[in-house]
């Protein structure tokens, strides 16, 4: 039987990965270690030209399924691990069937929570962790996608300037549905707060929980967080007449918790005289695309607010209110952003992402010019970053691979910034 | 007592025309493994997921224990869902990875150890309790996970498609662990599957849905000897029962040189009906292989050798009639199968047919 294989055209070096032989038996000078729980399903990792690729071994209708649904949350733009290919067809030399492969592409500078602490697992690290997951299972549920089996393990982190962005690695048992109901919302919650107050327990089992967090409370306290977030996002509102205002808050609201309203419902009761108004369709990543419109950059959403402001403080030192907006914030790249990046070595790069930095170098900064009782300025700023901070990190875009996958036209990377020509600003 | 009733249970998804689960009646008895089985799309996840809480039921009602819980959230229930998926925390031993969810909860201690100490004996496990997960083998991890659900106590164990993950190996193993577990454990468990002989295999009594309707809740013996109409008669067991449509004359059904002679009571019963066709549907095995002139000719295509049994799988050729040229499955004799190509002739066992009305697909009276 000939191998098939279902796949979006990718790295063609994918085909001479030893597909006739069973995974667990692939030699191992063609994996990469990285840190996984143990799961019924043999699963490895693998890095081809620089990225990093995880396969996993399930049956075909498994296998199947479960790229189908990575494609429709891509669609989505809920944040995820990108679906490769499925592999199925396989036969040793000798013509033993061999169990259907599953391909998946990590992203860029995504970490596994277990590289997110070195020593221990302390109560801040663990805040930001749940507050990333808490909105991740938010978009997911907006999209209809219902997880099944959402923790820790199953998911990976990118930093967003000083939080962090969770993106999800395991769709095998989601599902997706035009609407979820409550019931499988709140299933899908619970069972999240019993995986991470599990995982919580297990790291405090293995010595690697800071004394002060304690994993039950902590781990359950994912609930409340998704509770109180999707009830701000989706939640009801009323209004009576002259309260219009109200609702431009609650839009203003949500759009600094990250989210775009693209479609309300509104009902008029009492003749007219009350509102009732709900959100139907919410767009998370509201400031990465604000920011994506004015300079063209491409980062996620926390780092876009950062950016954002930066820019606005920007325009209120240059007083020049009223220039256009755009032209001001691409001055701003010129002068402000790309000369931080491109200040970055080389052999540095590996460390962090270029929107990253920028946000440590301004906290850098900052603390540098608490100490010394006036602003510092943003070149002191830099080269103390690089030299006493960037330089001790370790490498987190070696852990993971590539460069994002998103085909918007904004540039993201350091390469795009060392080119001497700047891409056009997105109109 | 934990039974589990659906009355009138219905759900139809917004938008939809068709209920996905149309006005379901099923009483689960206490203790019951009870199966839920039928081609994709019929219902049978709906109907669990229903009972589950995770689906919205619209019409009708489902009680556990004599509770209505038809609005109640999952976590009010006291079920428990055996899970696809489950990771096994490695720094914990195989007691604290079964009863970490009873520690979340709040169960005090030796409560705790007593629970899981009675699941580890249930599963075998209870020399491994102080090991960690590394350390066991991939059956035992899947014994692990089960007991997670196990010391929960529930009223009712859900499980949809729990197997569908497994390669077939671990499947067959899988299935007789959880069947033996149940019988030992007795606790109401409803299981999904769209593999009739699993169903076949594991339920106490299975439930056969199609379109969201309930078409046979009966013992595997009951529902394999009396399937109560044409579409569970083909689709309980394996190889698939024969089923063709045949004219009614003289007391016999016939089409072509194939003759099989019907009994009064289905005489009676067809002529209340007024038709003059008939289904039949005979089990391979109730297929004889015979000379020339007392049966009627196949021609043989293939022929599935499993060592205890064999099947013909042929065409009937020369019979003549509307079925000239259809498919056939025959047991055959193991030790001296027919060779492909060959031709034989094949009778009916006297009184092994099975009769539906072609125009209802009712089981009739043989």
Redesign the interface.
Known sequence: MALQITAIPDDPALLDLPWSTPLEDWPADQLVALPRGISRHVVRFVRISGQVYAVKEVPHRIAQREFELLRRLERRDVPAVDAVGVITGRETPTGEPVETALITRHLQFSLPYRALFSQTLRPDTANRLLDALAVLIVRLHLAGFAWGDCSLSNTLFRRDAGAFAAYLVDAETGEMHPQLSEGQRRYDVDLAGQNIAGELMDLQSGGLLDESVDPIDTGLDIIDRYTGLWDEITGQSVFGAGERYRFEQRLRRLNELGFDVAEVQMTAEDGGSRVVVTPKVVDAGHHTRRLLRLTGLDVQENQARRLLNAIDTYRAVLGAPEEDEEIVAHRWVNEVFQPVVRAVPRELRRKLEPAEVFHEVAEHRWYLSEAAGRDIGLDTAVRSYIDNVLAHKPDEKAVLGRRIGRPSSGYTSYDDFDTAELPPIIG | MAEVVYEKATRV???SERPAVDALDLDVKDGEFLVLVGPSGCGKSTSLRML?????VNAGTIRIGGRDVTHL???DRDIAMV??????????NVA?NMG??L??AGVPKDERMRRVREAAKLLDLEQFLERK??ALS?GQ??RVAMGRAIVREPQVFLMDEPL????AKLRVQTRTQIASLQRRLGVTTVYVTHDQVEAMTMGDRVAVLKDGLLQQVDTPREMYERPNNVFVAGFIGSPAMNIEEFQVADGHASVGTLDVPLSRPTLEALAKEGSDTVTLGFRPESLDVVSEGEGFPVIVNVVEELGSDAFLYGTLEGTGGALEGHQIIARADPRRPPMKGELVYLQVREGEQHVFSSRTGERLPS
């Open positions: 998804y917004p938008g589950a809480g995770l689906e919205d959230p999952p976590k899970f696809q998926n489950y990771a096994l925390y490695p720094h914990m604290e970490f969810a520690k979340i997960p590394k991939g991890r899947q569908s993950n497994l390669d």
